[in-house]
């Protein structure tokens, strides 16, 4: 451990301290050439954000994690998603216990829902499970779901109510409103739905990203949804996110456009890469186009500050919504999630 | 998706400072003609010793990098240097630890081997480095193998500690449970339904590895017994699939270097080491060594030895296997995969039904033909549809579509995305085998990457003939080929790959060997096909009779709208294969529904049985795992 918080000092970086009302976790990996079985050394999962800029490792060093959520009752019990399954600390990081068992394996996304904190729902590449007692147990539940189809990526509990998730699988949108007791479908895919975001400042409204269906609204709590104009619908977004400070700012990123934001409620859309690393060549030459490869945006609802996690590159961060970045440091990795957690709730 | 192919380069590392390899630069080893069990016995013993002198010997006490874990498993095994290997221990255990499942296999022997050997220092390190070190368990049947086997008999040798003594959080028993579920749940689909990493090359010993430990170490009888019979299970589809010692396709999961020279994998280790009929790789395959440092708890049996070595009886195989797991974009989670082999003295032919099983290293269909010496040489002959897709690995990867391609030839599989590949399957293939017959038919969509298909021609074939039947003929070792493409064709030189020097993935450049290196025929067509016919050069007076047979033989096909086959073999088989439709053979077609597990003249197990019989001669052996039990008798 002490050789990991050396490491993490070199990925420190000198920023302006943080704003009073929230604090700031990231869900990180900064695995540039890591294989299984690599003899790289990688430092990864999930790390807070001092006061002074310092990004503090809270462990535990997994490279594939993917998700991050807090008991809003109690900050230092989080749980994070992995490949090995779902790893729960009730200390603050100093612990782990992986929760799941065998039989789930490469979580995608979990989230704790505010209004019954004892609950844990987590997406899987096979459906979807839920713990009713902070990850002690957990049963699938998935009536509704289909047999095949299921594949998960993303799942979201709706803030207002408690039992209500939205989650975002390989078929469609579904939605459950009794703690997953049954699942129904509220909107159809081709593709693999890979973000699910509700507003801050509008429990109503919803956006989501796919790899098949471009950027989605919805204004009814996630029951009906339609694209919105702009953003690509033949390629893979990864996520979107609100602008805590301003209802009308959107941002969502993805590995061929690099980051979009919309000022206007979604409207509008504009490319924000200038001052991003350029263009990286596509996977296949002479068929895809460069790309900007972006892997993860997310806002900081005390500044409006909005970050890009640039694959393999660094995180950046932007003051002006995307119109210059700047080079926050964290080299080499790849930031799965942002997560602002209010300070006065702790 | 994070595959593993580190050995390759710990296998390179070893090759270049170690002292020479008695049996990888020999002569070609000669099973003995004395198969008395003492002497078979005595035979492996001696090649397991060869390895763990050669690693114990790559030790230079005054340079402690030279003791890694092959050479700490070595010395152990060996019973020297407790000292000087607890020391390295400790100082390794200070280094930060990687390698997920393949750090923890090694280590699970090394505490094994060294409960009794090494210091009570060296022992807490390494069992404080299971409390901090996190090991991923990994996306593939391999690694999990690993993975559970590992933390099962570590919680086994520490039975009552706590959760907080564990990167798992969770207590030994608590580990074991889960261990011994998820390893009885894999035995029971590779006993039911059949194996997914089936006939790997290289990821056997991620197989063997494992279960030899459980079969050596384990405290609890049913585990202990699980790992021999599926070490037995294993090390009989090793021997009946290999020729000569030589493992050839189909296979689950290659490589580049080995789906040509079939010879050159991990599994030439096993076949050297059971049965003394190939040898070895270098640096014994670099996980050799971890084979070898437990090797002398356990002996294949004399049924197994006999269905490896004895190649007097033509024979036909059928296998039941399964592709690896779907997440998305497929009606099926693991749908089946129809194998077939055929085994001739000088020959073999292997195929299953063509589609995806694995997304990258697998490998659909070839013939290989015996060679009096397999070192460097190019034995095999088969067609592919050069595939690479986004989608098709986000079918098996759970991860985003966009950057998966561009990994792969960081992560040691550089031909996943280039035109003149030769290794991997395709959604558009379909093959069917009889006997020493193959039909691969293509019906490739428009837009597809890479719309070709390519052929594999060996440096090693000789007499290549192109004749104005449309038939190509060659010869390869005792073996008569004949190749027809269905569409026009031209040759490429197939590129090489040289691995450049690299601190952090792999990092690869093209080499063009020239006229003398191996050859690719490409056609350009997306409705193709190929049939190949493989015969013995005892069959025919000459090379021109044989053609002239080949060209005799009744033939109708056409590509369009989707390709069609009908033709009468060598062997008198009337097949009509239509690209999509399950073949028809002798006027009837093929149920796969009635497909066993096993059947064959060896191998025989019916689908769902979880008994495995293996018969060779009067010997026979029955694997039941229904009752857990090992039967040997003796045929009247």
């Avoid at chain 2, 690694?143 to 907080?164: I, N, T, V």
Wanted: glycine content about 8%; overall charge neutral; hydrophobic content about 35%.
């Amino acid at each position: 451990m002490k050789f990991l918080r050396s490491v993490l000092l070199s990925l420190t970086v000198a920023t302006s301290a943080l704003a009073a009302g929230h604090d700031f976790y990231i869900c990180a990996a900064t695995n540039r050439n890591y294989v299984v079985g690599s003899v790289i050394v990688t430092i990864n999962g999930v790390f807070r954000r001092e006061a002074n800029g310092e990004w503090t490792h809270l462990g535990n060093n997994d490279v594939t994690v993917t998700a991050l959520s807090f008991d809003p009752r109690d900050h230092n019990v989080f749980y994070v998603a992995a490949i090995n399954g779902c790893w729960r600390t009730l200390d603050g990081g100093k612990t782990w216990r992986c929760t799941t068992s065998w039989d789930m394996t490469e979580l995608k996304d979990l989230d704790v829902d505010p209004n019954a904190p004892d609950h844990v729902y987590i997406a899987l590449p096979d459906g979807i499970a839920v713990s009713p007692d902070r990850g002690n147990t957990w049963p699938r539940l998935e009536n509704g779901l289909p047999d095949r189809g299921k594949y998960t990526q993303t799942i979201r509990v709706d803030r207002t109510k408690a039992g209500r998730v939205l989650a975002g699988c390989e078929t469609g949108i579904y939605l459950t409103e009794n703690s997953a007791q049954s699942w129904r479908r509220v909107f159809p895919t081709k593709d693999t739905i890979t973000d699910l975001q509700q507003s801050p400042s509008d429990p109503k409204l919803w956006l989501a990203v796919s790899q098949s269906a471009g950027a989605l609204i919805s204004r009814d709590g996630g029951l009906t949804w339609t694209p919105l104009a702009g953003p690509p619908a033949d390629k893979a977004l990864y996520n979107i996110t609100f602008d805590p400070t301003n209802p009308a700012r959107f941002a969502l990123c993805s590995w061929s456009v690099g980051v979009m934001t919309s000022e206007d409620g979604g409207a509008t859309w504009v490319e924000r890469n200038a001052g991003l690393p350029g263009k990286k060549a596509g996977f296949r030459m002479d068929s895809d186009p460069p790309a900007h490869c972006v892997w993860r945006v997310g806002v900081d609802p005390d500044s409006g500050r909005l970050y890009a996690s640039v694959i393999g590159e660094a995180l950046y961060s932007s003051d002006d919504f995307g119109r210059t970045w700047k080079n926050e440091g964290l080299e080499g990795s790849a930031v799965n999630r942002f997560v602002f957690l209010p300070r006065a709730t702790k | 998706m994070k595959p593993f192919f580190g050995f390759l380069a710990f296998a390179l590392f070893l090759a270049g400072s170690a002292p020479a390899q008695p049996a990888f630069s020999g002569p070609m080893p000669v099973p003995p003609p004395d198969t008395r069990g003492d002497t078979l016995r005595r035979a492996y013993l001696d090649r397991v010793h060869e390895v763990l002198v050669w690693y114990a010997d790559t030790v230079k006490p005054e340079k402690p990098e030279t003791i890694g874990t092959g050479q700490i498993v070595a010395k152990l095994a060996l019973r020297q240097d407790a000292a000087l290997v607890s020391a390295r221990i400790v100082e390794l255990m200070k280094q930060p630890q990687t390698g997920d499942m393949f750090w923890m296999f090694p280590w699970a022997a090394i505490s094994y081997l060294g409960r009794d050997q090494l210091s009570p220092e060296a022992k807490a390190a390494i069992r404080d480095a299971w409390r901090t070190y996190f090991p991923l368990r990994g996306d593939t049947e391999n690694h999990w193998a690993m993975y559970y086997s590992s933390l099962y008999l570590m919680s086994e040798l520490y039975p009552d500690d706590p959760a907080d003594s564990w990167f798992t959080g969770k207590s030994s028993a608590e580990n074991r449970a889960e261990a011994k579920a998820y390893l009885i749940h894999w035995m029971d689909l590779a006993t039911t339904i059949g194996q997914g990493e089936f006939n790997p090359t290289h990821y056997i010993g991620e197989y063997a590895i494992p279960m030899l430990y459980l079969a050596t170490w384990s405290k609890d009888p049913e585990m202990k017994i699980r790992g021999h019979m599926m070490l037995d299970w294993l090390m009989a589809e090793l021997a009946d699939n290999s020729l000569n010692g030589v493992l050839r396709g189909p296979n689950a999961r290659t490589t580049e270097a080995s789906v040509v020279e079939h010879w050159n994998s991990l599994s030439s280790f096993f076949t050297w080491t059971m049965f003394g009929n190939t040898p070895p790789p270098a640096s014994y395959g670099g996980f050799g060594i971890f084979f070898a440092g437990a090797a002398e708890n356990y002996q294949v049996p004399a049924v197994i030895y006999q269905v490896a070595v004895d190649r007097s009886q033509d024979y036909v195989q059928r296998d039941l296997k399964r592709t690896r797991r779907r997440w998305r974009y497929s009606d099926q989670f693991m749908p089946p995969i129809y194998k077939t082999s055929y085994m001739h003295r000088d020959y073999s032919v292997g195929s299953y039904q063509g589609g995806v099983s694995d997304p990258i290293q697998t490998h659909v269909w070839d013939v290989m033909w015996a060679v009096p010496d397999p070192r460097g040489v190019n034995n095999t002959i088969y067609s592919l549809h050069p595939y690479a897709s986004a989608h098709t690995l986000q079918t098996y990867f759970t991860e985003q579509p966009d950057e998966m391609i561009s990994s792969l030839s960081g992560q040691g599989k550089p031909s996943y995305d280039v035109p003149d590949k030769v290794l991997g399957s395709s959604p558009y293939e379909r093959v069917f085998q009889d006997r020493d017959t193959v039909i691969a038919l293509y019906d490739i969509p428009a837009g597809t990457a890479y719309p070709r298909i390519n052929g594999f021609f060996s440096k090693d074939l000789i007499r290549v003939t192109e004749d104005k039947s449309g038939w190509i003929f060659a010869q390869g070792g005792r073996t008569y080929l004949a190749y027809r493409p269905l569409a026009p064709y031209r040759w490429e030189h197939l590129l090489g790959y040289k691995q450049l020097p690299s601190k952090s993935g792999y990092k690869w450049e093209r080499t063009d060997p020239g006229e003398h290196g191996d050859k690719l025929l490409v056609s350009e067509h997306l409705q193709n096909g190929t049939i190949v016919q493989a015969a013995s050069v005892d069959e025919f007076a000459s090379f021109e009779a044989f053609q002239a047979a080949i060209k005799a033989l009744p033939l109708e096909f056409k590509l369009g709208p989707v390709p069609v086959v009908k033709l009468t073999t060598l062997r008198g088989t009337r097949i009509s294969f239509t690209y999509g439709q399950a073949p028809v053979v002798n006027g009837t077609p093929l149920d796969y529904s009635k497909w066993k597990l096993f059947e064959g003249l060896y191998l025989n197990a019916e689908k769902g049985s979880r008994k495995l019989t293996i018969t060779h001669g009067q010997l026979k052996r029955v694997l039941d795992f229904n009752t857990l039990s090992i039967t040997d008798s003796v045929l009247p």
